[in-house]
């Protein structure tokens, strides 16, 4: 993992305001928007009301692509998905890239998926080498 060079608040003081002050997907993205981010993240914000939003970050830069339809689905691993954000990266670990893969497959592939079937998708064990994708 790279060191931020923006200085801001972490993940963890990020998500504690956002769940304190927002009550929505909308909110949480505007409240982002006035935050010092200090740290590089992917964060998927959801709401009851079908919308979700995955916002990226990295060196102070900023990404967002939002769901608004209950029959979409966004899903995030650990290496940047828009291209403003993945150019700065210098690669991504090949297990984020398994991990990701995995997912959409699995959810493109179901019209409904269960609270079992998300469980046995977390349980799954694979198999990556541990080596960088560049």
């Not at 709401?47 to 979700?52: E, H, Q, R, S, V």
């Amino acid at each position: 993992m790279k060191k931020p060079i923006i200085k801001g608040l972490q993940f963890i003081v990020i998500v504690r305001a956002l769940l304190e002050n927002c009550k929505d997907v909308e909110e949480g993205i505007s409240y982002l928007e006035e935050m010092p981010i200090g740290t590089n993240m992917n964060l998927l914000l959801a709401d009851t009301n079908g919308n979700a939003a995955l916002i990226e970050t990295y060196d102070g830069e900023r990404a967002v692509e939002r769901v608004n339809n209950k029959s979409e689905f966004i899903i995030a691993t650990n290496h940047a998905l828009f291209p403003n954000i993945s150019r700065k990266e210098n690669g991504m670990l090949e297990q984020s890239r398994v991990r990701y893969d995995l997912m959409e497959n699995n959810f493109k592939s179901n019209d409904f998926i269960s609270k079992n079937h998300l469980l046995s998708l977390t349980l799954k064990e694979f198999i990556v080498k541990l080596s960088l994708i560049c």
